[in-house]
């Protein structure tokens, strides 16, 4: 009789909760004049995206709460499982037809996340996908994600700080889980992130205990005031208080991630933080992201980039005028690294000199650079920027390799 209750009760607790009528739906609108959200965007076509209600019930299971963020391909919202009583984030992309072959791109990519080894430490500290499903809107159909949400990103954290920059033991543990992060994807799941792991794109602190108490939702207080009448757009919600209990980083934002199974010509990077590969078209994989990792660093600990690649002739970006900085700083690439890139040519001349049509720049050292460090703190650290920057993907540490790095765990383990 007690098994027999226990199960009846277990069955209790997982009945769907009831969905909740938001109140505040009748306030007044905004004027159809004034641009918010993604409307802001350069291409932005209001056919492409999906008309999200606040208090409408996605999949028959999830009851948008309010809105957390937009972007090109996509808004993101918080919504109530019905059936789990937690909250998630919901990734509505645009129309199917407008993503063409990459309409299935990312929710493949966390499938096979999903298939990794679930001993592997970094699974982790990957955020994981939850569930998928498809809406038909008014315009097509629509792919969705489902996730945990997420509190504040690196981006954020280093607009709250006053010097612009994370400090020594949270830049170790975001460092540290990043490594554990990318450990996973390149060798479990042959995965490349490709994209900036700063403001940058992708860590998050999950918010394990996101209820409405902490975000201060209640059904006469939100959502910010929409605009638009058949096909409203909404504001995104404000912070909220700070959960109670919050976790460890997690990286996130695999929209441009590729399978890391074969070599790559794309021209995937941010133009600050391309590297010499993708700037002289030498195939690429994994190793990408090591780049971008030390680029990363020296963003959100030294407060600016380390690359800017503005020609000053043209006054715009030009790939010369990067590759004369990461002389500068790295010294000349070797002859044999240059003579596997289809634009050597453009650049440099059979022996490798330079020849690409403005001056050298004067060398320049990181640690003249560095000006936050002292003593061994500093030559341990300049040791770690020394293993990603490098030309050649082969010479540039592993993920794993860098979780030993010696101004990591000294950071993260005292």
Avoid at 50 to 61: C, D, F, N, Q
Avoid at 239 to 260: E, M, N, R, S, Y
Avoid at 270 to 299: A, F
Avoid at 315 to 323: K, P, S, T
Wanted: proline content about 7%; glycine content about 8%; aromatic content about 10%.
């Amino acid at each position: 009789m007690a098994s027999l209750f226990r199960w009846a009760s277990s069955v209790s607790r997982r009945a769907p909760s009831p969905a909740r009528t938001f109140s505040s739906l009748r306030c007044q609108l905004l004027p159809e004049s004034q641009k918010i959200e993604e409307e802001t965007l350069p291409d932005y076509l209001a056919e492409r995206f999906y008309p999200v209600h606040i208090g409408e019930v996605l999949a028959s299971r999830y009851q948008v709460v309010g809105k957390l963020g937009y972007g090109t391909t996509s808004t993101v919202w918080l919504a109530r499982d019905l059936t789990q009583h937690r909250h998630v984030a919901v990734k509505v992309f645009i129309r199917s037809a407008a993503l063409g072959a990459r309409v299935d791109h990312e929710r493949n990519v966390y499938q096979r996340i999903s298939s990794g080894s679930r001993s592997h430490p970094g699974r982790d500290a990957v955020r994981p996908l939850l569930d998928f499903f498809q809406l038909s809107g008014p315009d097509g159909e629509h792919q969705c994600l489902v996730h945990p949400p997420l509190w504040e990103n690196v981006r954020t954290f280093l607009a709250r700080n006053p010097v612009g920059r994370l400090p020594k033991p949270v830049l170790g543990i975001v460092l540290y889980r990043l490594f554990q992060a990318l450990d996973y994807l390149h060798n479990e799941c042959r995965i490349v992130h490709t994209g900036k792991f700063t403001s940058l794109h992708g860590f998050s602190t999950p918010a394990q205990a996101l209820t409405q108490e902490h975000l201060d939702i209640k059904s006469d207080n939100i959502p910010q005031p929409p605009k638009g009448s058949r096909r409203k757009v909404h504001l995104r919600l404000p912070a909220g208080q700070k959960p109670k209990d919050i976790g460890p980083p997690v990286l996130c934002d695999f929209g441009g991630a590729f399978f890391g199974d074969i070599l790559h010509d794309n021209d995937v990077q941010t133009d600050q933080y391309r590297c010499s590969e993708v700037i002289l078209e030498i195939p690429w994989s994994c190793k990408i992201d090591i780049w971008n990792v030390g680029c990363t660093i020296w963003d959100i600990f030294e407060g600016g980039l380390s690359f800017r690649g503005t020609d000053l002739e043209l006054g715009v970006y030009r790939g010369r005028a990067h590759l004369a900085e990461m002389i500068a700083l790295l010294g000349p690439p070797t002859p044999e690294f240059l003579n596997r890139g289809k634009l050597r040519s453009k650049f440099f001349s059979e022996s490798g000199e330079w020849q690409a049509g403005i001056k050298p720049l004067p060398p320049v050292s990181l640690g003249k650079l560095e000006t936050n460090l002292e003593g061994m703190d500093k030559e341990l650290f300049l040791q770690l920027m020394g293993k990603m920057l490098q030309w050649a993907p082969e010479d540039r540490a592993t993920p794993r390799e860098l979780l030993n790095d010696p101004w990591v765990t000294k950071q993260v383990f005292g």
